[in-house]
């Protein structure tokens, strides 16, 4: 069983709209959780990383929250764009591990209409 | 952007053909992997290697092999290609472990016929 899970599987909105991108997971021990981005036919690109002690963190208009007694994240874009257009990703890593061993999501997919 | 490469970029081939997929970096990055993804699916880790000589399986099983002969470059090489191994595969690097972050290269398309 996937223990990362990403609501909603899809989304559409209009451009200039802000939008809240979902993130369960199970993964303990806990080291971090990254939000990644990948578009259609690329590798994914990071947007965010987040530890234990940290429950929010920036990246232009990506804005990601952590609570990490709940085991959930967010990632909210802000005045959405064309090019936001995308697959976002949540990758959980636990410490169990020298390798630091990602568990990904199956992402959600973002459409920005003009 | 990341200094992470894959060729091909796509590649359709029939059954029974061994191929290799290249993978390069030039970030001087010690850990290196390979990720399979399917489409609307998680990345799953098929292989991943520490340092030159090193090299181990990940958590999907994959017929396919790696080699680790120089830190820039990781191939993945399949030695007969079947329906099943269409996906794109996704390679990565990172210079160390822990919150380090994966640097993903565009992927290779790969479609076996």
């Known amino acids: 069983k996937n223990q990362v899970e990403q609501s909603p599987q899809s989304l559409i909105i209009l451009e200039g709209k802000n939008c809240t991108l979902q993130?369960?997971?199970?993964?303990?021990?806990?080291?971090?959780l990254r939000w990644y981005k990948q578009d259609t036919g690329r590798g994914p690109v990071s947007l965010t990383i987040?530890?234990?002690?940290?429950n929010t963190k920036s990246n232009g208009r990506y804005t990601a929250t952590l609570d990490a007694d709940t085991k959930q994240s967010s990632l909210h874009i802000t005045a959405s764009q064309l090019s936001d257009s995308a697959s976002y990703i949540c990758v959980v890593s636990d410490r169990g591990s020298t390798l630091g061993r990602l568990y990904f999501g199956r992402g959600t997919q973002l459409t920005v209409w003009p | 952007e990341a200094d992470i490469y894959q060729t091909p970029r796509y590649l359709v081939i029939g059954t029974g053909k061994k191929i290799t997929l290249e993978c390069s970096q030039t970030?001087?990055?010690?850990?290196m992997y390979w990720y399979q993804q399917d489409p609307g699916m998680e990345l799953h880790l098929i292989h991943y290697s520490y340092g030159v000589n090193s090299t181990e399986k990940g958590d999907l099983s994959s017929e396919s092999t790696v080699s680790r002969i120089r830190t820039e470059h990781f191939p993945l090489t399949l030695e007969s290609a079947r329906p099943s191994h269409t996906s794109q595969y996704l390679c990565a690097s990172s210079p160390k472990a822990g919150v380090e972050t994966q640097y993903f290269g565009p992927g290779t398309r790969l479609l076996v016929l």
């Open positions: 993130c369960n997971y199970t993964v303990s021990p806990f080291s971090n």
């Open positions: 970030m001087g990055h010690d850990k």
């Open positions: 987040m530890t234990f002690s940290e």
